[in-house]
């Protein structure tokens, strides 16, 4: 009787955001059960090849493989981050000498600027850290989560203040006098917290309008929000009066801010575009295209004059403010781009990316500052060539990595022939 054929498959699997970065996916498929030793062989080979293992003990693949086989060298490099997850989010302090970032590693950490490094990991989230905010007077930081909660903690030292229950993630804004706190929540669109009680105010809206983003005016009047419909909102503060719904964007919306001078508000979207609203009318001024998909997060500068955007295509962009020219394409970010912030006096920015890290840049001439580096957190990338290489055989070889990164090169048996059925792939003598 002939042997039943079967499918073996050695997969590492990565999540769509980690795609650019991603390892080899290998596979063998279609070996009957008297080419079990050779599969076996082959098996191990390919998860030591995915482990970074080096693979010169683990012999070759065919001489004589056909035209149609593909070998693929491929570069993993490891190096130091902020954060051991993608960064969501991050916050200066008004003196300029705090910063906070918040990430997927359920984690916000405190960062002396301009170069002091680590000054605290904050714990007590048990999901995802959505957004951060410093009140305006620099004494309290909030924090949203996807656990259910907004944690208020004093500032600089870190020490937990209060959890506020029943709000989370993914949005917190404070007001300009510091005396009034705005969030998402579970129960309503949007809570509105008295502080530094944390007596629940008003809610806005209800369980069916889900607000992604908030802004706050300078005066403390206007309350503007994202939400269901790929619309904005805007509402009257403190009474929370719904004025105007802005329609205009054709997907949702994920950042909002609002100018100094409180006459321009920007919005940013998975649509690819930004759009510059006139306040309090809410009337469309322009469209801003640019971003190759999706834009994440927005920063006014403190003069007004300038708009920074950041996008999953990797880079953080500078547009004229209120004509909305297109200035400056920063880059250096390996992953999409979440959240940048300015400093209040003008000098810095910082950009959170879903890579975990979090850089900075002399502002507004985009020069790059040293990154901020927890120790502890490390993430390692991997880029492709078509250079060709002898399979399972390490090459010490130059590759296209970071500046900052040591590369090792290793170079894996990735040859198939021909197509259906998932391909065959050739396994050593």
């Known amino acids: 009787m002939a042997d039943k054929r079967h499918d073996d498959r050695v997969t590492e699997f990565v999540g769509e955001q980690d795609a650019d970065e991603a390892p080899l996916v290998f596979k063998v498929a279609h070996m009957g059960s008297a ?107 909030a924090s949203a989560s996807r656990d259910g909660t907004v944690k208020l903690w004093n500032l600089p030292g870190g020490a937990l203040a209060k959890t506020l229950t029943g709000q989370g993630e993914p949005a917190v804004a404070f007001s300009p006098a510091g005396n009034l706190l705005a969030s998402t929540g579970d129960t309503a669109s949007i809570q509105l917290v008295t502080l530094p009680s944390g007596t629940l105010l008003r809610t806005l809206g209800d369980s069916t309008y889900h607000a992604s983003a908030l802004a706050i005016g300078p005066d403390g009047t206007l309350l503007a929000s994202t939400g269901s419909y790929y619309t904005i909102r805007l509402w009257s503060l403190p009474d929370g009066a719904l004025l105007k719904t802005l329609p205009g964007h054709s997907m949702n919306v994920n950042a909002l801010a609002i100018s100094p001078d409180g006459t321009l508000l920007a919005s940013a979207s998975n649509d690819a575009t930004i759009k510059l609203w006139s306040l309090p009318d809410g009337a469309l001024v322009q469209t801003l295209t640019g971003h190759a998909s999706v834009v994440q997060g927005l920063a006014i500068s403190p003069d007004g004059t300038l708009l920074v955007s950041a996008g999953v295509d990797k880079t953080i962009r500078l547009w004229s403010l209120p004509n909305g020219e297109p200035l400056t394409t920063l880059t250096g970010h390996a992953a999409p781009v979440s959240a940048v912030a300015i400093s209040r006096d003008g000098t810095l920015l910082a ?47 130059a590759c296209t990595c970071n500046a900052e990164c040591t590369c090792d090169t290793v170079c894996s048996c990735n040859s198939h022939v021909g197509g259906g059925g998932g391909g065959s792939y050739y396994y050593p003598d």
Request: charged share 15%; proline share 6%.
């Open 35 to 141: 080419q079990s030793g050779r599969r076996d062989f082959l098996k191990s080979a390919l998860v030591g090849a995915t482990a970074g293992v080096s693979a010169a003990t683990m012999g070759g693949c065919k001489d004589n493989s056909p035209s149609s086989e593909s070998t693929t060298r491929w570069c993993q490099s490891t190096y130091a981050v902020a954060h051991s997850a993608p960064v969501r989010s991050v916050a200066i302090s008004p003196d300029g000498r705090l910063l906070a970032s918040a990430g997927e590693d359920d984690k916000i950490k405190l960062w002396g600027l301009p170069a002091s490094g680590l000054q605290a990991t904050l714990t007590g989230h048990t999901d995802w850290v959505e957004a951060v905010a410093i009140s305006p007077d620099g004494t309290l930081l």
């Open 351 to 397: 950009s959170a990316g879903s890579d975990g890290g979090v850089a900075l840049w002399s502002f507004p001439d985009g020069i790059p500052q040293s990154g901020l580096v927890d120790p502890k957190c490390s993430k390692s990338s991997s880029e492709t060539s078509d250079q060709p290489c002898s399979p399972f055989v390490g090459v010490a070889a």
